[in-house]
C-alpha cells in the first residue's frame, strides 16, 4: 500500500527558533498533500493543502507566514513552524492525496512537537 | 462551516460487538470514511462507503448509512484488545480531495 513518512517523530525546541517537518510519499506520487494539527481529544485540524509547484491553499485563521508549506517535489512537502511559540506545541499529520476513485489520503505517523 | 460528530469515549468488552456512531452535516458529501488511528500514529483508512450505499461489510466491519439522517456507524464484530483506538469518520465530495474529520471515538476495550 502507498506509504507515507514523516521527519522527526518528535521535536523539542526552544522558543522563537524554527522548527522543519518532512511529509514523503515514499512509493507513489502525490500531487496534493494536507497538512492537519490535532489537538488532545479533539478533531484534526485542516490547516492547508499542498499543491506541487504552487502556493499551499491555507484554512482560514490559519497563519501562513508562521507555517510555511513548500511542496517542492511530487514526493515531499514540508512544514516550517516558525518562531515558534509554546501554544504551537501540538501533534502535526501529513497526509497524501492520490486523486483516486474513492478520495483516499494515506496519513504520516505524525510529529510530535513541543515548544518550550 | 459544516460539522461531523462524533462520541469521545466508548468501552466494550471483549468479544462484544462495538458500534461507533457518526452523523454529519453535509448532504453533498459523496464519500463517508473510517479512519483508525493508533497511539501516537497517523491515521489509517478503514473502509469507505459511497453515499449511494446504505450498507458495506468488510469481515468484521459493517458500516451503515443513513442519509435521510445523515447517520453513518462503524460496527466492529468480535472486538479484541487490538481494536483499541481513536476511530475517526470523515466526509469528502468527490472532485474535492479535502476531507472533513469527526472529533474521533476512543474505543476501550474491557478484557
Known sequence: GAVVSQHPSRVICKSGTSVKIECRSLD????????????????????????????????????????????????????????????????????????????????????????? | GEDVEQSLFLSVREGDSSVINCTYTDSSSTYLYWYKQEPGAGLQLLTYIFSNMDMKQDQRLTVLLNKKDKHLSLRIADTQTGDSAIYFCAEGIFGNEKLTFGTGTRLTIIP
Open chain 1, 28 to 116: 507513489f506520487q502525490a500531487t496534493t498533500m494536507f497538512w492537519y494539527r490535532q489537538f488532545p481529544k479533539k478533531s484534526l485540524m485542516l490547516m492547508a493543502t499542498s499543491n506541487e509547484g504552487s502556493k499551499a491553499t491555507y484554512e482560514q485563521g490559519v497563519e501562513k507566514d508562521k507555517f510555511l508549506i513548500n511542496h517542492a517535489s511530487l514526493t515531499l512537502s514540508t512544514l516550517t513552524v516558525t518562531s515558534a511559540h509554546p501554544e504551537d506545541s501540538s501533534f502535526y499529520i501529513c497526509s497524501a492525496g492520490t486523486s483516486g476513485n474513492y478520495n483516499e489520503q494515506f496519513f504520516g505517523p505524525g510529529t510530535r512537537l513541543t515548544v518550550l
